[in-house]
């Protein structure tokens, strides 16, 4: 049975999609049968793994509408398989937001898989719209990467509050596994404040501590990862921790009683 690891903060630009990317790479480089799912009309991640939004025939907000969604998947150059999003994706999740309910879009969308795939991860647009709502939702564990400052910080906050709303109304069993500290310009005392206070304000682990480099933007514009394009990199190297710590909390999820369905 596949897990469903959502990477998600309301807050832009603070490196959902390269860690979602970067994730997807080392797993599916590891032998795991990956799935990413492009959640954003912005369409970044389908770029990022090099896949022309354009090109695609079959988008997330075609299977959203009913379409097979198995026919919307499509491979990439770091391994993994890939959900495809493209502009349309803002129509499609107005249209989820007036269904009767909305939270259980991307639980059903993942259906198919479940026994198809050993890891999802999904990649969330900055915003508290019906398709994150839906993410968290149907997660079994939530990634929140965050910037080193105090804005970033704040953000973790929010992203929190969302969690608490998502487990009382509709998935009790979603996991927050931590933060991942993103574009961190060396060790500068503001930076080591802001993630000493994370385990005691939130209750978190910081997961890993992934380096601001040049090599994350230019690997992205050339459709791979930077663990792939870069793999000597310190940014790559932080991923790959990620990756390990991440899944061996997912794996220690299996000893508990599994959930018996995968909507709410
Ligand atoms: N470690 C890093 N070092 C340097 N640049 C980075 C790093 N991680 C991400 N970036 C760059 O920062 C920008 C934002 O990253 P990304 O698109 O992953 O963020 P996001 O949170 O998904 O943004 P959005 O909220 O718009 O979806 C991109 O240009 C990306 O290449
Ligand atoms: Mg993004």
Redesign the pocket.
């Known amino acids: 049975v596949s897990r469903v690891v959502v ?1 998600a ?1 309301l ?11 970067a994730l997807g790479a080392v797993w599916a480089r590891d032998g795991l049968r990956t799935l990413l799912v492009d959640l ?1 009309a ?1 369409a ?2 389908t770029y ?1 793994v090099g896949v022309d939004p354009d090109s695609v025939d079959v988008t997330v907000a075609e299977a959203l509408r009913g379409s097979p969604v198995t026919g919307a998947v499509v491979d990439t150059s770091d391994g993994p398989w890939l959900l495809p999003s493209d502009l349309d994706l803002a129509g499609a999740e107005e249209e989820v937001g007036r269904w009767p309910k909305p939270h259980a879009a991307v639980a059903e969308l993942l259906a198919p898989f479940v026994d198809v795939v050993d890891v999802v991860v999904v ?4 915003s508290l719209g019906p398709l994150t709502v839906a993410a968290l939702a149907g997660a079994d564990a939530l990634v929140v ?1 965050m910037t080193a400052d105090i804005l970033g910080h704040r953000a973790v906050g929010h992203v929190l509050e969302t969690v608490d709303q998502v487990r009382r109304s509709v998935n009790p069993q979603l996991r927050v596994l931590g933060v991942v500290a ?3 310009d060396g060790r500068t005392a503001h930076a080591r404040e802001v993630l000493a206070d994370v385990p005691e304000r939130f209750g978190l682990p910081v997961l890993a501590v ?12 050339r459709g791979r990862s ?1 663990v792939t394009a870069a793999p000597r990199s310190h ?1 790559a190297a ?1 991923y790959r921790g990620l990756a390990s710590r991440v899944l061996q909390d997912l794996v220690g999820e299996a000893d508990d009683p599994p959930r018996t369905s995968s909507g709410p």
């Open positions: 990477v903060n807050k832009g630009g603070v490196a959902k999609t390269t860690t979602v990317a954003d912005q970044c991640l990022a990649d969330c647009s900055p990467p993103t574009m961190v992934v380096p601001r480099s040049v090599r994350v933007a230019e690997s992205a514009a930077i940014a932080a």
